[in-house]
């Protein structure tokens, strides 16, 4: 199943909001208190399987979900409309409902219908209807189709911050445990450990079948399945998943594992339901994640939002996420983010708004609403949101154009040659920021730094205290001597030496101007020199011999 649209009026902050989902994955985001959990509460009050033992609060109160700013004798109706696409095989436990009910051709392979809720103020009872197409059906069948739904499991829903069992119903039988005899306890304690056994020898045995659900991305990511000791309460199996480039399995991920297990759990579950052999429990549920970015690392974050991604479109399972990360952001289609803030009026907040943003810059909103619009954060924007897991750090974008210069084929064995980004990272000062190094150091499979070698003195003992080697993940570029100290110093003589005989002003200005003249002059030699490069240079030691060993030297630290 999948959610198209959903349409809200008159709900808590909501006056009249109208969301369109065009893919698979949608990341609902904005500042506290602007709206996104009231999308969500839609959802669960209408189709959040009820649970056992436990009451259900999930209940329109109209007085105290109407928008507090309306008059409160107002005749306006609450009203939710959520428009769902309804697949004939992968959703059979409702299609054939839905089918029984409308009368559905047989050549169709996926309908639409339209789940709508009004509540008004004098009445108790909220009026169900589901329409297909321009058929509406009776209450009574409207209210047995939402039930169906409801009760088939179509919603998934997952609060990341609620602690996992607040019922602590996994100690009553340890609690029970203290109360036998010294033999009972020591056969019970051998009976579990022969248990665990038996448990990690059947995940092991299934460790194939949860592989096979990732399908294509069988190639990229790794499962593991593996039984811990067993407390006597309970049978737990932890699952990982770790990107086969980066090595990395989920419960290494300190603290945020069990948050991370949990999702993925659902996640295939989502898969297995899809692709179960009987009609009345087939579906692709919908799964709804609130904060999955919860006690995890900016760099734990930014692999996990990827991973729920792939995950999400490889499985055709629709995820919807509320999130305070940039992590969480879809970069592969922006016109998916959902980017939701509250509306003052006479100082007081009132109506959330949808938050419209192109494709264009389309992060600029997002950083305003997630307090990540400063200039430090600015230059690292796009390497926060990269998705390759090796990346090329160099000074700026004129080093950036040399460095890709050496990508090209034509330079054969000496060819700059790995899979990965390179990242221009805006001069010194931006790199010396050790919070961001760490976030490299922990983003990134492989990684290598590039310099001037005019700062090597300064930059060094830094990065050596982060544990960071020189060659292996950072190298000065230049050459001692000669005013050869930076990136230009590896052009060959003929280049230099046409670009200063033709620009004796600009030399003059780096030596002897004042600051921002020196600065500008150096600019602007630097972009002549780099033009002068690409007309003079052709593929071979002759012109890129200095440039050879650096491309070397790179390629080698990111195999």
């Not at 065009?22 to 208190?33: D, E, L, Q």
């Not at 609620?162 to 340890?174: I, K, S, Y």
């Not at 999130?323 to 003052?344: A, D, I, M």
């Not at 976030?439 to 003992?461: H, M, P, Q, V, W």
Request: proline share 4%.
């Amino acid at each position: 199943m999948k959610i198209s649209n959903l349409a809200l009026t008159n709900f808590r902050s909501i006056e009249e909001l109208s969301i369109e989902f065009p893919s698979f994955y949608t990341a609902i985001s904005g500042k506290n208190n602007s709206g996104k959990s009231n999308l969500l509460r839609v959802l669960k009050m209408l189709f959040e399987p009820e649970r056992r033992f436990r009451y259900r609060d999930e209940e329109i109160n109209f007085p105290q979900f109407f928008p507090a700013w309306k008059a409160k004798d107002s005749v306006e109706p609450i009203k939710f409309s959520i428009t769902l696409q309804v697949d004939r095989i992968r959703d059979a436990a409702v299609f054939k409902l839905a089918d029984e009910f409308f009368k559905i051709d047989k050549a169709v392979p996926s309908i639409t219908l339209q789940f709508s809720a009004e509540y008004n103020r004098d009445k108790d009872q909220p009026e169900l209807v589901v329409t297909h197409s321009e058929t509406q059906l009776d209450s009574f069948k409207s209210r047995t189709l939402f039930k169906t739904v409801r009760n088939s499991g179509a919603f998934q829903f997952y609060n990341s911050t609620e602690p996992e069992d607040p019922f602590g119903t996994r100690n009553q039988l340890t609690d029970l445990f203290g109360e036998l005899s010294k033999a009972d306890r020591e056969q019970l304690v051998k009976d579990r450990d022969k248990l665990s056994k038996t448990i990690s020898s059947f995940a092991k045995k299934h460790q194939k079948d949860i592989s096979d659900l990732l399908g294509r991305l069988e190639e990229k990511y790794t499962v593991g399945l593996s039984a811990p000791k067993l407390a006597l309460d309970f049978l737990p199996i932890n699952i990982t998943l770790g990107d086969k480039k980066l090595d990395v399995a989920l419960d290494e991920w300190g603290s945020g594992t069990r948050n991370r297990t949990h999702i993925l759990l659902t996640l295939f579950k989502a898969k297995k339901l899809s692709e179960s052999t009987d009609d009345d429990t087939k579906l692709a549920p919908i799964l709804v994640i609130e904060e999955p970015e919860s006690f995890l690392h900016p760099s734990a974050q930014a692999e996990f939002g990827r991973l729920i991604q792939d995950l999400c479109e490889e499985f055709k399972v629709q995820v919807l996420v509320a999130t305070h990360s940039p992590y969480f952001l879809s970069q592969q289609r922006p016109e998916s983010n959902v980017l939701l803030c509250r509306r003052s009026e006479g100082g007081q907040l009132r109506r959330t708004e949808r938050i419209e943003v192109g494709t264009e810059n389309w992060m600029e909103p997002f950083a305003q609403n997630l307090g990540l619009a400063n200039p430090e954060f600015e230059p690292w924007r796009e390497l926060f949101f990269s998705r390759t897991s090796r990346i090329l750090l160099v000074e700026g974008d004129i080093d950036k154009e040399y460095f890709e210069m050496l990508r090209d084929e034509s330079h054969g064995i000496h060819r700059l040659d790995f899979d990965g980004e390179i990242f221009a990272y805006g001069g010194t000062g931006t790199i010396s920021n050790g919070v961001l190094l760490r976030f490299i150091k922990g983003r990134y499979d492989r990684f290598f730094i590039t310099f001037d070698l005019d700062a090597e003195n300064g930059l060094s003992k830094l990065l050596q205290g982060l544990g960071l080697e020189k060659l292996k993940h950072y190298a000065a570029v230049g050459i001692n001597g000669g005013g050869r100290n930076k990136i230009e110093g590896l052009l060959p003589e003929s280049v230099r030496n046409a670009v200063y005989g033709k620009n004796g002003e600009l030399v003059q200005q780096v030596m002897g101007g004042t600051s921002d003249e020196a600065k500008s002059a150096k600019q602007k030699l630097k972009r002549l020199l780099l033009t002068e490069f690409k007309k003079q240079a052709t593929p071979g030691a002759e012109h890129f011999g200095e440039f050879y060993k650096l491309s070397k030297l790179i390629t080698k630290a990111m195999q």
